[in-house]
């Protein structure tokens, strides 16, 4: 199920069709083809009907919302792997030693494509424009690449945006107390 007021499956069977997705992704797409505008356009149908096949549109859902949901699944997931993959480039000093560590779950041409792409000068400039973007944040979030329904798990209400807000930007310290992680967040949320 998607209820109508969040973008996310939810109920049991929830994580299975994100697994379903992110393995199918994996299975069908190829690097090469380069951004996920152009992997979507070339492979979106067919990763679709794979999952569509697998899983039963029920409780009145809406076809076309559920496709959306597991595309836009497939795309988040696409950019968590490219990331973890380019965290594996950059263990090695050299292509050739980058070459001779594939990860086992990328094609050895793909794996080519990406040390060429990583190394490029294209890349590098817009990796640094990120890093100096990423170092303008002046406040720090909690949730991690991890997204969770914004409901109170107790009365099953939509939680406040400003419980979501403290949902984001607090942690557990070593006494086991909720703590700010940094007094900008704090000072927003008061």
Not at 48 to 67: A, M, P, S
Not at 74 to 90: C, E, G, V
Not at 93 to 107: F, G, I, N, Y
Request: hydrophobic share 35%; with cysteine; glycine share 6%.
């Amino acid at each position: 199920m998607i209820p109508d007021d969040i973008d996310r499956v939810v109920g049991p069977g929830a994580i299975d069709i994100v697994s379903y997705s992110g393995l199918t992704m994996r299975s069908i797409i190829s690097f090469r083809e380069g951004k996920w505008q152009k992997i979507v356009l070339k492979y979106g149908e067919e990763m679709w009907l794979r999952v569509k096949n697998k899983f039963e549109v029920c409780g009145g859902l809406r076809e076309h919302k559920l496709q959306g949901f597991v595309i836009s699944s497939m795309q988040r997931l696409f950019r968590a792997w490219k990331a973890q993959l380019l965290t594996d480039y950059l263990r090695y000093a050299t292509d050739e030693e980058r070459l001779s560590h594939r990860p086992k779950d990328v094609q050895l041409e793909d794996w080519k494509y990406l040390v060429k792409y990583f190394g490029s000068e294209e890349f590098k400039i817009v990796s640094e424009r990120n890093k100096r973007n990423r170092e303008k944040q002046i406040t720090k979030h909690a949730c991690g690449t991890k997204s969770f329904a914004e409901r109170d798990p107790v009365s099953g209400e939509k939680n406040t945006p400003n419980k979501v807000w403290e949902i984001q930007h607090t942690r557990k310290n070593d006494n086991r107390e909720w703590v700010w992680l940094d007094s900008k967040s704090q000072q927003i949320h008061d």
